[in-house]
Nanobody
Framework: QVQVVQSGGGLVQAGNSLRLTCTAA???????MGWFRQAPGKEREFVAG???????QVIDSVKGRFTVSKDNAKNTVYLQMNSLKPEDTAVYYC??????????????WGPGTQVTVSS
C-alpha cells in the first residue's frame, strides 16, 4: 500500500516563504507527483506537478513565485512557495500517480497540510 506523507506548511505573513515536502513511500518505480490546494468554500485545484519524465507545470497564479521539484530516487516532491499572498491560504494536498503525468484524479493523496498567509 502506497503511503503519501507530507510535511511543512503553517502560518506566515504575506511576502514570506514556505516549503512543502511530500514522499510517496512503499512505491515501485518513479511516480508523477505534485500539489493541489483547496481554499475555504472553493473546489480543490491543481497547483504544480512533475511528470515521471521530469516535465513540470505550475498554474498561472503562482508562476514566478512557486517552484516544484522532485527527487526521483526518493519519490519525494517539494513545493517552494515564495512571496506568499493571502489568497494562497488553503489546505495543500500532495498527490502521486504511477501514470506518466499527474491528472486531476491522482491515484494517491496525502492527508493535506494547512498553509495560512496573513496580510
Amino acid at each position: 500500500q502506497v503511503q503519501v506523507v507530507q510535511s511543512g506548511g503553517g502560518l506566515v505573513q504575506a511576502g514570506n516563504s514556505l516549503r512543502l515536502t511530500c514522499t510517496a513511500a512503499r512505491t515501485f518505480g518513479v511516480y508523477a507527483m505534485g500539489w493541489f490546494r483547496q481554499a475555504p468554500g472553493k473546489e480543490r485545484e491543481f497547483v504544480a506537478g512533475i511528470s515521471r519524465t521530469g516535465s513540470s507545470q505550475v498554474i498561472d497564479s503562482v508562476k514566478g513565485r512557486f517552484t516544484v521539484s522532485k527527487d526521483n530516487a526518493k519519490n519525494t516532491v517539494y513545493l517552494q512557495m515564495n512571496s506568499l499572498k493571502p489568497e494562497d491560504t488553503a489546505v495543500y494536498y500532495c498527490a502521486a500517480d504511477p501514470r506518466d503525468v499527474l491528472t486531476t484524479t491522482p491515484t494517491y493523496w496525502g492527508p493535506g497540510t494547512q498553509v495560512t498567509v496573513s496580510s
